[in-house]
């Protein structure tokens, strides 16, 4: 039993309310009256036969039917209304109050009280349900043998059912429970029970797909959440905890199951006095008892919390206590401001892997194993003066065993070292270091660090005191950074692999130096280890005794040297004079190979095909059981099609690219292929810069000329992949889409330049389908097309960071060109400037029968600069209105929200829904908008669309649809001093 004050759902919430709401005609629906089959209004006589009767005459009508419970009080017992029904849309209208008996015995062992079994089309307008529970309760909490109590109502196995404005008070269990059911709809649900009722979670679902739940207040004594193995694809948003025992919450038994969670969404919640804001609690076990080892089998993926602020009750404000055996996988937490008592909440995570972004006001601590955990540096740590203080620790500070900890910014003026070890997936940015003891930076035995922006000083003789030193660690990047000091710059000892140093300023100092290896008679070696564009000397040095060390596959590459005393240099005779040398003249073993680094065969003069000579490199790369990097250094490469097939041996390739590749000419030469560059059945591939040349311009012209010509190739493509990311390509004119991510999963695109012209045909620059968990974030897109197109089958996208212009803007669709086709949801799309493009936020179907969908759909923090169309819902595309039957599109669209957008629109209407008359766009948002046409309010056209509205400004709202009967509109207008309503 869990006690709680007040939870309440408040999705879409608004403090003001504009509504736009312009419903279809319709044939008069058949009313069946309760009343008229006998039912009383006393509270006391039995009205369940009533009831049924009316039920049964309302389920076999031909058409629409409603059935009416008038005002006062109706006693009903268990009542099964079952289907299968003839209409397929019944309302049932309840402007009274139905009744439980107050003997709990009567209902109280039979699970229900209200069911609905195998209902298709049932909407419940109003009402009261008074499950009247007070007396089980009261047995129950006194510990007397009491029945399990009934769920007030239950939907069982029951498709598009609709819930509005319902009261549920006082269940004796659940009171709301959907089991087996598709596409449901709650809004405006209130429920109350008091705080120390027993197991009366306000709404339960279970084995279900596609439901919502809208503007609804739960406040019971136990749970306002969802919670069941195998839930996906679930959105709490706008939500307000009050009091509660917790906030949001996962909760797993912690015994073995195939159960699972994932793709789920928390999205702007706000947290007051709430015991457990955030928790995920995998080692649930009542009693201790059938809880085999206590490990829980629940496979947890896929969760984000977005914008979650507040306070919280205790101390730790966020617990993470997953699984031990199955760790939950990419928790992300944006936005997340609680606190305890005036002062930063903590967090406790356990068994848990994600990332952390704009995380404010918040302490973590514990053994979390990837979560990101930032340490924001404004000032300077300053060691003691003393150097006896450190004496011979060898560090000042250390990170030991630690996940994804970030050093961001700030000053160590050291008297020591900075040291980590045994680490993994940490950062040091922008970091300044000087005057250290010995080493400023170690990294010991740890895996994927980046740093980047450091900088280090010391003085020319001040010995030993190495920037940074490397050994035993794997995935290490140093970029962009200024190193002066008395020893090495970077110094790279046995055990490093797969070290990336890049764009380094050296001086003074030693240089960059690889060695001392082969001082011990072991087999510990250095390999694929790469340095571009560093300043000052290159070295190898290794001892003159015996060793079983290596030096493989090391490339220097764009160096500068300034008058350095040994610009390169192999040393393989190295003595300290405190160390004894018997065989100095026979030099440890030292193997350098691959030393260019280049694919071998290219030709980077833009006119040889080094189709070839690319995927022999990468069969050698996919065939290597280590992680692997292909290069391809400065020059212009001519590639053909070319497809990079998986599945590879290790998923760690990495395609490190400082030249152009171009494709032929001759568009014919591409053929149909439809691709140019294709990934297909890859895990863990990344691209890192370079330039992709599509020379799409010839086929632009074919097409412009109307002559027959291939459909056009993309330039990059995607398919069935996972694990893998995009950094820093530049792509300019492509024939077709410039990048295609299709069936993958976890792939992110950051930092890309896309551009083409803004006539030419068909060249969006990111299009995504039938793909999971996709990010694209801080990139420049200019094209012909969509800067960003989102298609069929996509879900838990997230855009930020995009300049868009030229181009058709970012596009939701077309979607629903097929009867039978996936929907789109969980998509943001956030911190966008459109400059001059067709549309900004455009979600497009066709208009035409579909089982398709939009839904969860977040716009915030967009800037509009004289965009033609910055805001649209376009239901109606039929080019050529062909095979476009009645013109209605069968794609819903429900839950998109529109907030904090701003700007110049270069056409009168700055807001267009044109919504589907079959299925009106419902819960639509629009919050925090800004629009002006030619510095005067710009205007809004929407018809058969259902939402709010609040803090518009500069907005005129415009009806243009025709309706008689203007009785069926409702709108309710706000800040009536910048707003007008033209009819």
């Excluded at 065969?601 to 995927?615: H, N, R, W, Y």
């Excluded at 077709?736 to 299709?742: A, E, N, T």
Aim: glycine share 10%; net charge neutral; charged share 15%.
């Amino acid at each position: 039993m869990e006690n709680k004050a007040s939870c309440s759902l408040l999705l879409l919430l608004a403090s003001l309310n504009l509504v736009f709401f312009f419903p279809s005609c319709s044939a008069s629906a058949s009313s069946f009256n309760v009343v008229s089959f006998g039912a009383k209004a006393d509270g006391k006589s039995d009205s369940t036969k009533a009831f049924l009767d009316a039920w049964a005459q309302a389920c076999g009508s031909a058409t629409a039917a409603t059935v009416y419970v008038p005002k006062g009080k109706f006693l009903l017992p268990n009542a099964v209304f079952a289907g299968q029904c003839k209409s397929r849309k019944i309302t049932i209208r309840i402007d009274g109050t139905l009744v439980a008996p107050s003997d709990y015995n009567v209902i109280g062992n039979s699970d229900y009280w209200l069911l609905f079994q195998q209902v298709n089309g049932v909407t419940i307008n109003g009402g009261i349900l008074d499950g009247q529970g007070t007396a089980l309760w009261a047995c129950k909490n006194s510990g007397k043998s009491c029945p399990g109590g009934a769920t007030s109502i239950s939907f069982m196995n029951s498709n598009n059912v609709v819930i509005n404005g319902l009261t549920s008070q006082n269940s004796q269990l659940y009171h709301i429970v959907f089991n087996g059911c598709n596409n449901v709809k709650m809004q405006g649900v209130r429920i109350s029970a008091s705080g120390t009722s027993p197991n009366t979670d306000g709404i339960h679902v279970q084995l279900s797909t596609d439901v919502s739940i809208y503007n609804t207040r739960i406040a019971t004594g136990d749970d306002c959440d969802l919670e069941e193995p195998g839930v996906q694809n679930v959105t709490v948003k706008t939500a307000t905890f009050t009091g509660t025992q917790n906030g949001v919450r996962i909760k797993s038994w912690g015994r073995p199951s195939n159960g699972f969670a994932r793709n789920i969404l928390f999205q702007h919640a706000v947290m007051t006095n709430v015991q457990n804001p955030i928790i995920i609690d995998q080692n649930y076990c009542p009693d201790n008892k059938n809880c085999p080892g206590k490990v829980s089998g629940v496979k947890i993926s896929d969760v984000t919390y977005q914008d979650v602020h507040g306070t919280s009750a205790t101390t730790v404000a966020v617990k993470f206590d997953c699984s031990s055996k199955y760790p939950c996988s990419r928790i992300r937490m944006e936005n997340v401001k609680l606190t305890y008592n005036n002062q930063p909440a903590s967090a406790s995570c356990s068994h848990a892997d994600g990332t952390t972004f704009g995380l404010e006001k918040l302490r973590l601590k514990g053994n979390a194993t990837t979560i990101i955990l930032p340490f924001r540096i404004d000032g300077t740590l300053v060691a003691l003066a003393d150097y006896n203080f450190i004496e011979s620790a060898d560090y000042w500070l250390v990170f030991y065993h630690v996940d994804g900890v970030w050093i961001i910014s700030g000053t160590l003026d050291g008297q020591g070292t900075l040291k980590f070890m045994n680490s993994n997936n940490s950062r040091i940015y922008g970091l300044m270091s000087i005057n250290s003891q010995m080493f400023h930076i170690v990294i010991h035995k740890c895996d994927n660090v980046n740093l980047q922006g450091v900088t280090v000083l010391a003085p020319w003789d001040s010995p030993n005191t190495d920037e940074i030193h490397l050994e035993f660690s794997s995935n290490v990047t140093i970029m962009n950074s200024n190193i002066g000091t008395g020893d090495d710059c970077v110094s790279i000892s046995p055990g490093t692999n797969n070290l990336w140093v890049e764009g380094v300023a050296c001086g003074p100092g030693h240089g960059t130096s690889i060695g001392g290896l082969g001082k011990e008679e072991d087999k510990d070696g250095l390999q694929n280890v790469t340095f571009t564009g560093i300043d000052n000397r290159v070295r190898i040095k290794t001892w003159a005794k015996p060793s079983g060390g290596f030096v493989s596959d090391i490339l220097f590459q764009n160096a500068t040297i300034n008058n350095a005393k040994n610009p390169i240099i192999i040393d393989q005779n190295y003595i300290d004079h405190k160390e004894k040398c018997p065989y100095q003249n026979q030099p440890a073993k030292a193997l350098c190979s691959h030393v260019d680094g280049s694919t071998r065969g290219a030709k980077p003069d833009g006119v040889t095909d080094s189709s070839k000579a690319f995927l022999d490199a990468w069969t050698k790369a996919c065939g290597s059981t280590e992680a692997a990097m292909i290069y391809v250094p400065e020059g212009r490469f001519l590639l053909g099609n070319t497809a990079f097939e998986g599945a590879c041996k290790n998923n760690d390739i990495t395609i490190r690219i400082d030249g152009t590749l171009v494709a032929p000419v001759d568009y014919n030469a591409l053929r149909n292929a439809g691709y140019w560059l294709l990934f297909h059945r890859v895990d863990g591939v990344w691209i890192s810069g370079g330039t992709f040349d599509g020379q799409g311009a010839g086929l632009w012209a074919c097409k412009k000329a109307g002559k027959s010509c291939p459909i056009g190739a993309t330039t990059l493509k995607f398919i069935n992949s996972k694990n893998s990311g995009i950094y820093g390509l530049k792509s300019i004119n492509s024939q077709k889409f410039h990048i295609l991510i299709h069936k993958c999963d976890n792939v992110k695109v950051q930092g890309v330049t896309i551009s083409a012209p803004w006539d030419s045909p068909n060249t969006d620059g990111i299009h995504v389908e039938l793909s999971n968990n996709v990010t694209i974030m801080n990139s420049n897109i200019g094209t012909g097309d969509d800067c960003v197109s989102v298609g069929r089958g996509t879900n838990n996208l997230w855009v930020k960071g995009i300049a868009c212009g030229p181009g058709h803007g970012i596009s939701i669709g077309s979607l629903g060109k097929e009867q039978n086709e996936a929907g789109v949801q969980n998509v943001t799309v956030e911190t966008v400037k459109f400059t001059r493009t067709d549309n900004g936020l455009r979600i497009k179907t066709w208009a035409k029968p579909s089982s398709s969908f939009v839904s969860n759909i977040l716009f915030l923090n967009v800037t509009m600069n004289n965009v033609k169309n910055p805001i649209i819902i376009d239901q109606n595309y039929c080019p050529h209105k062909k095979n476009c039957p009645d013109q209605v599109s069968g794609v819903k669209i429900s839950d998109v929200t529109y907030r904090d957008i701003f700007g110049t629109s270069a056409t009168e209407v700055g807001v267009k829904f044109n919504c589907s008359s079959h299925n009106p766009c419902s819960g639509i948002t629009l919050e925090d908008l800004k629009l002006t046409y030619k510095n005067q309010p710009a205007k809004a056209s929407c018809s058969h669309v259902v939402g709010s509205a609040r803090e518009i400004q500069h907005l005129v709202i415009r009806r243009q649809v025709k309706i008689k009967d203007y009785s069926k509109i409702r709108m309710t207008l706000i800040n009536l001093d910048v707003m007008r309503y033209e009819t």
